[in-house]
C-alpha cells in the first residue's frame, strides 16, 4: 500500500441540515453528503456568512431527535457544488 496516496470514503447522500457556527456568526445549512473524512454542504452567495478556503468551524449535524453530532471543521472546498469541509475533530 502507497503511504503517500490519499485514501477516498465513499460518500453517502443524507438529507438532514446542520448549524454552522464560524467566528461568534452562525447559520443553518444544508447536507448534500457526509463521509467519514468530511461533509459536503448547500452554500451559494446568498448566505450573510461568507466562507473561505481555511476557515476552521464547528457544525451541529441533526441526525435525528434524540442525536445531533458536533463536529470541528475546516473548509477545504468551494465551488458551485457546495462548500466541503474536512473533519478535523469529532
Known amino acids: 500500500m502507497n503511504l503517500d496516496s490519499k485514501i477516498r470514503y465513499a460518500r453517502k447522500p443524507i438529507t438532514t441540515s ?3 457556527v464560524m467566528k461568534g456568526e452562525s447559520v443553518v445549512m444544508e447536507v448534500k453528503n457526509i463521509s467519514a473524512s468530511g461533509i459536503l454542504l448547500d452554500y451559494d452567495d446568498q448566505h450573510e456568512l461568507k466562507l473561505e478556503l481555511t476557515n476552521f468551524c464547528v457544525l451541529e ?10 463536529v470541528e471543521a475546516e473548509v477545504s472546498r468551494i465551488s458551485e457544488e457546495g462548500v466541503a469541509l474536512s473533519l478535523i475533530h469529532i
Open 61 to 70: 449535524i441533526i441526525l435525528n431527535e434524540e442525536f445531533n453530532l458536533h
Open 18 to 20: 446542520c448549524l454552522l
